[in-house]
């Protein structure tokens, strides 16, 4: 276990912004000169990597032992300066041999934190990540605390050298959090923690903590809070990568030589060598915030990869859940997750509450239909009605198709859907609920695949069920995200296959002007405090923005 030291160097009077030297006790003024030698080499690291100050002494120094005034009163405005531009993921970014050099440095870096009297949401989010980072190195060295199930006791332990008051008690507005963390235990991939936003719903009840944030018990909650869900975005990352490496291995067996992966932003005939490189490089994404969209955007090419890798493979018969199939989902842990995490893997997850029931299937081709051509009329098409007569007579019906409206709230208007010349939004989203329809969500899927001409369109659980279930306005909201992502992609598409602007601009145009709707409306849903609600549209509509900074590309 780590040697708690002392704890009297996190100690010294609290300061403000501007040093004030005079009058100080000589014993505070050592103690915060202590302590400024102790984290100046994780701010050096930090200021060299990010460029976010010119160093105070020569690479490898560290500040001296007996200062002057003036170097005192220039260190401390140094590391004010560095303090005031560094960031949690830079932080995270630090190699492991620095910012865990000593656990000393990294306590005095925590006290530095804690004691800022006007904190912003950035110091907020720097002492959310170090307080997990401090007992994410003490469970390192403590492996019988790795092996047990983590509760607030075993972190409010941990974290007493860096929080004398560190308190287990349960609070009751914390809860949430560990709302979250079950959800996670019955996740299988990656996918279904991004599905679920339970990265969005995490930081939604940070955001809303407020000042009770620093409460000693909501600190140790969110210390525990982030570290499982750490261990289990790790176990969940893992487990893509086998699922993807595993892929491009059984299509290698059938002897597929190209694979249709455009729903992952690659082209459409990937070779079985460059889809293994792809894997053997893939790097993730830690070089920016987790809320920054490019972060996602990287995610979502990875599970996007997936579906494209497990559509050319085929359907898979749904599992029947057994003993054995349990014993061969240990066997297929990858030898870099823990015992804990192969554990969690193992677990089943439930079924989907937000999924529809499945309807009887119409008898279809298997191509995907091209987005129609004929206006959208109330009553259904030759093709459909044919369908339905082929339907036995006690399959549920098919729910009603649903229309875009022109206005979705009493308060705010909604932007009229425009042509693209590639389809308008009306047949795009016809199009759409026929497929979704046709063909129900294959069990244990979160994703499902349309196609809209040439150019397929990924949608999420929730996104589906907003088209093949009855809903009121969030599905009436979701309906309109898909859409516009879907007009962008064979916008998109267009104008990289033909060069032809005029669709893409349209396409943009629209989307641009629901993206501030979305963008209001999830507002309004925190403000309801409609979690579920905020969290799906949230999502939705950060991946219409990443197809615009995509397209927006192209016009460049």
């Given at each position: 276990m780590?040697?708690k030291?002392?704890?009297?160097l996190?100690?010294?009077?609290?300061r403000?912004k501007?040093i004030e030297?005079?009058?100080?006790?000589?014993?505070d003024?050592?103690?915060?000169?202590?302590?400024?030698r102790?984290?100046?080499?994780?701010?050096?690291?930090?200021?060299?990597?990010f460029?976010?100050?010119p160093?105070?002494?020569?690479a490898?120094?560290?500040?001296?032992v007996?200062?002057?005034?003036?170097?005192?009163?220039?260190?401390?405005?140094?590391?004010?300066?560095?303090?005031?531009k560094?960031?949690?993921?830079?932080?995270r970014?630090?190699?492991?041999?620095?910012?865990?050099?000593?656990?000393?440095?990294?306590?005095?870096?925590?006290?530095?934190?804690?004691?800022?009297p006007?904190?912003?949401?950035?110091?907020?989010?720097k002492?959310?990540?170090?307080?997990?980072?401090?007992?994410?190195?003490?469970?390192?060295?403590?492996?019988?605390?790795?092996r047990k199930e983590i509760?607030?006791?075993?972190?409010?332990?941990?974290?007493?050298?860096?929080?004398?008051?560190?308190?287990?008690?349960?609070?009751?507005?914390c809860?949430?959090?560990?709302?979250?963390?079950?959800?996670?235990?019955h996740?299988?991939?990656?996918?279904?923690l991004?599905?679920e936003?339970?990265?969005?719903?995490?930081r939604?009840?940070?955001?809303?903590?407020?000042?009770?944030?620093?409460?000693?018990a909501?600190?140790?909650?969110?210390?525990?809070?982030?570290?499982?869900?750490?261990?289990?975005?790790?176990?969940?990352l893992h487990?893509?990568?086998?699922?993807?490496?595993?892929?491009?291995?059984a299509?290698?067996?059938?002897?597929?030589?190209?694979?249709?992966?455009?729903?992952a932003?690659?082209?459409a005939a990937e070779?079985?060598?460059?889809l293994?490189?792809?894997?053997?490089?893939?790097?993730?994404?830690?070089?920016?915030d987790?809320?920054?969209g490019?972060?996602?955007?990287?995610f979502?090419?990875?599970?996007?990869?997936?579906?494209?890798?497990?559509?050319?493979l085929?359907?898979?018969p749904?599992?029947?859940p057994?003993?054995?199939?349990?014993?061969?989902?240990?066997s297929?842990?990858?030898?870099?997750?823990?015992?804990?995490?192969?554990?969690?893997?193992?677990?089943?997850?439930p079924?989907?509450?937000?999924?529809?029931?499945p309807?009887?299937p119409?008898?279809k081709?298997?191509a995907a239909?091209?987005?129609?051509t004929a206006?959208?009329?109330?009553?259904a098409?030759?093709?459909?009605?044919?369908?339905?007569?082929?339907?036995?007579a006690?399959a549920?019906a098919?729910?009603?198709?649903?229309a875009?409206?022109?206005?979705s709230?009493?308060?705010e208007?909604?932007p009229?859907?425009?042509?693209?010349?590639?389809?308008d939004?009306?047949?795009?989203l016809?199009?759409?609920?026929?497929?979704?329809i046709?063909?129900?969500?294959?069990?244990?899927?979160?994703m499902?695949?349309?196609v809209?001409?040439?150019?397929k369109?990924l949608?999420s659980s929730?996104?589906?069920?907003?088209?093949v279930?009855?809903?009121?306005?969030e599905?009436e909201d979701?309906?309109?995200?898909?859409?516009?992502?879907?007009?962008?992609a064979?916008?998109?598409?267009?104008?990289?296959r033909?060069?032809?602007?005029?669709?893409?601009?349209?396409?943009?145009a629209?989307?641009?002007?629901?993206?501030?709707y979305?963008?209001?409306?999830?507002?309004?849903a925190?403000?309801?405090?409609?979690t579920?609600a905020?969290?799906n549209l949230?999502?939705s509509?950060?991946r219409?923005l990443?197809f615009?900074e995509?397209?927006?590309?192209?016009?460049s």
């Open positions: 780590i040697t030291t002392s704890g009297t996190l100690n010294p009077p609290a403000g501007n030297v005079d009058g100080a006790a000589p014993a003024l050592a103690a915060r000169w202590k302590e400024a102790l984290v100046y080499p994780l701010y050096a690291a930090l200021a060299t990597q460029d976010l100050a160093l105070p002494y020569a490898g120094e560290l500040p001296p007996r200062p002057t005034r003036a170097v005192f009163d220039n260190t401390m405005q140094w590391l004010e300066i560095v303090d005031g560094m960031l949690a993921y830079q932080i970014q630090l190699p492991p041999q620095i910012l865990n050099a000593s656990e000393e440095s990294l306590r005095a870096l925590i006290h530095r934190q804690l004691i800022k006007d904190k912003t949401e950035a110091d907020r989010d002492i959310d990540l170090l307080l997990v980072q401090y007992f994410a190195m003490c469970a390192a060295e403590d492996q019988e605390l790795l509760t607030l006791e075993d972190v409010a332990w941990a974290l007493k050298p860096v929080l004398s008051e560190a308190d287990p008690t349960p609070l009751e507005w809860e949430p959090l560990e709302q979250i963390l079950d959800k996670t235990r996740s299988q991939t990656l996918r279904d991004m599905e936003g339970l990265l969005e719903q995490g939604m009840v940070k955001d809303s903590a407020g000042d009770m944030f620093y409460d000693p909501a600190l140790v909650a969110f210390c525990r809070f982030n570290f499982l869900l750490r261990r289990a975005f790790i176990r969940m487990a893509d990568l086998d699922a993807v490496r595993n892929a491009i291995s299509l290698e067996v059938k002897g597929v030589k190209t694979i249709d992966c455009r729903n932003g690659l082209s070779t079985t060598n460059q293994r490189y792809f894997y053997e490089n893939w790097r993730q994404p830690f070089q920016k987790y809320t920054h490019s972060v996602r955007t990287a979502d090419q990875l599970l996007a990869l997936r579906a494209d890798l497990e559509d050319a085929g359907p898979k749904a599992p029947q057994s003993a054995s199939s349990a014993r061969s989902k240990k297929s842990v990858s030898p870099a997750v823990s015992e804990d995490d192969a554990t969690a893997m193992m677990a089943t997850q079924a989907d509450s937000k999924k529809p029931k309807v009887a119409a008898p081709s298997k239909p091209a987005a129609p206006p959208a009329a109330p009553t098409p030759p093709a459909k009605a044919e369908a339905k007569a082929a339907k036995p006690a549920p098919a729910p009603p198709k649903p875009l409206q022109a206005k709230a009493p308060d208007p909604a009229a859907a425009s042509s693209t010349g590639v389809a939004a009306e047949k795009c016809e199009a759409i609920w026929e497929q979704l046709a063909v129900p969500p294959s069990r244990g899927r979160s499902s695949t349309v809209l001409e040439d150019t369109v949608l929730w996104e589906v069920a907003a088209f279930t009855e809903g009121g306005q599905s979701l309906r309109r995200a898909v859409v516009a992502r879907a007009l962008l064979l916008a998109t598409e267009k104008r990289k033909s060069g032809n602007e005029s669709a893409l601009a349209a396409a943009l629209l989307s641009r002007s629901e993206v501030s979305f963008q209001g409306r999830v507002e309004q925190k403000r309801a405090k409609n579920e905020a969290v949230g999502i509509t950060k219409l990443s615009i995509e397209a927006e590309k192209l016009q």
